[in-house]
């Protein structure tokens, strides 16, 4: 029997949750849902992590305020307009629409977190999203993840969701997810807005523990531009329904839990790399052998955020010197001398997968550097794995037992084009 079971219903998933989307014009041009409201019936245990980014927008400033207690029963987010550099009357804002949504659901005030995505410095409409606040507490449903997971997409290409069930405690525990992200995506914890909600039981302080552990391997090795935005929010809300024993400590059922937490992280942050603005290729770069697993991620990492090699993808170019070049200047320490790289594909694979699925068929793998020395490889296959649409880059070192992974994508032309016009 499989450990986890992929399910459908995304943040609306597990039990108590419902979630609505609806269109406000929040930006004009907007033809699609552009407002998510998600609920619980009860309040919850809640966590969050947020932008390292020095400059803040106000609804992070404003939620990272709200969700300080560990407690959280609803969540409003909006795409179209960040609410970022925006003072005052941003923060102002932001209180206004966790008032309006904690009077219509008749809950407290403080139990209502605010997010936002779109674009900077601009003063958020907010009495748009007031004024349809009716409507999103009127089609609050279990089927609203429809909707909502597409009112937070900015340039998404498409929406990015799962849900899964695992037993914990003897009970059946189901855990959802939503999250956008396409670009401005450079997460250390872009605009990358993630939110998962679970019905386990779970204390804040194991809560926001489970969070931390799990995104320093998920949301944080992701880049797509090498820009972290001013919104980057992750949130978690536990309502305790699945009946559980309540995780209060280390142990198996918080292992498994995050466990569960990772599975679903690492399907979002893959997803946001695949669909990275402009991308026609998800890049993987897996790291093996290294001293420190702090190590091994920031020497993935710095190879999928390198502009050099985001562009020898795009052209499918085998240019593994760009690679050794990228983990030489990284800052974290590795021995050229020991170091070995491959180029690893499958037959017809997709850079957009869906959950629980192989992406793609046979596996074709080119080795183009061994310890330290250049290989006369075959460029005609190099070429023909690097054309695939999932692509990774397998680096071997020779300084310990840890691993990391990180993901991006190729960088084409039409990110400059996206990027050249957004406000508009």
């Not at 400033?61 to 609410?83: E, H, L, P, R, Y």
């Not at 804040?204 to 919104?231: H, Q, R």
């Not at 017809?348 to 068929?361: I, L, M, P, Q």
């Not at 649409?389 to 840890?402: M, P, R, S």
Request: glycine share 10%.
């Amino acid at each position: 029997m499989e450990k986890f079971t992929f399910v459908e219903g995304g943040v609306a998933a597990a039990e108590g949750f419902t979630a609505s989307g609806v269109l406000n014009k929040i930006k004009e041009s907007r033809t699609t849902y552009d407002t998510a409201l998600i609920y619980s019936d009860c309040v919850c245990a809640a966590a969050g992590v947020f932008t390292q980014n020095r400059v803040k927008a106000e609804c992070v400033k404003f939620t990272k305020g709200q969700i300080a207690d560990g407690k959280a029963q609803a969540v409003i987010m909006n795409s179209g307009n960040a609410n970022a550099c925006t003072g005052t009357q941003g923060f102002e804002n932001a209180r206004k629409e966790a008032c309006a949504v904690a009077e219509k659901l008749n809950i407290s005030e403080g139990n209502v977190l605010v997010c936002s995505t779109g674009v900077i410095g601009q003063q958020l409409p907010v009495e748009k999203i007031l004024d349809g606040l009716d409507r999103s507490v009127a089609l609050l449903s279990k089927k609203g993840n429809i909707e909502a997971r597409q009112a937070i997409m900015t340039t998404d290409t498409k929406y990015k969701e799962t849900a899964l069930k695992v037993q914990i405690g003897g009970k059946t525990v189901t855990m959802g997810t939503m999250a956008k992200g396409s670009g401005m995506i450079h997460i250390n914890m872009g605009t990358m807005l993630s939110l998962v909600t679970t019905d386990c039981a779970i204390s804040p302080k194991m809560l926001e523990k489970a969070l931390k552990l799990s995104v320093a391997g998920s949301y944080n090795c992701v880049s797509i531009d090498g820009d972290t935005s001013t919104n980057d929010t992750l949130l978690i809300l536990a309502n305790a329904k699945a009946g559980n024993p309540e995780i209060t400590g280390e142990g198996e059922d918080f292992d498994l839990f995050v466990e569960a937490l990772n599975v679903l992280n690492v399907q979002m942050a893959k997803k946001i790399a695949a669909d990275g603005e402009g991308a026609t290729r998800l890049v993987t770069c897996n790291v093996t052998g290294a001293d420190t697993v702090e190590n091994a991620r920031g020497l993935a990492k710095a190879v999928i955020c390198s502009n050099l090699v985001k562009a020898a993808f795009f052209g499918a170019d085998a240019n593994w010197g760009r690679i050794l070049d990228a983990m030489g200047y990284s800052g974290f320490e590795f021995t050229p001398e020991k170091t070995s790289v491959s180029f690893m594909s499958r037959k017809n694979s997709k850079r957009y997968f869906e959950d629980g699925t192989v992406n793609g068929g046979e596996q074709k793998t080119v080795k183009v550097f061994d310890h330290g020395v250049p290989l006369d490889f075959d460029e005609g296959l190099a070429k023909e794995i690097l054309t695939e649409e999932a692509v990774e880059i397998l680096v071997e070192l020779e300084d310990g037992k840890a691993c990391g992974t990180a993901w991006g994508c190729d960088l084409t032309y039409d990110y400059v084009k996206i990027n050249g016009d957004y406000r508009t």
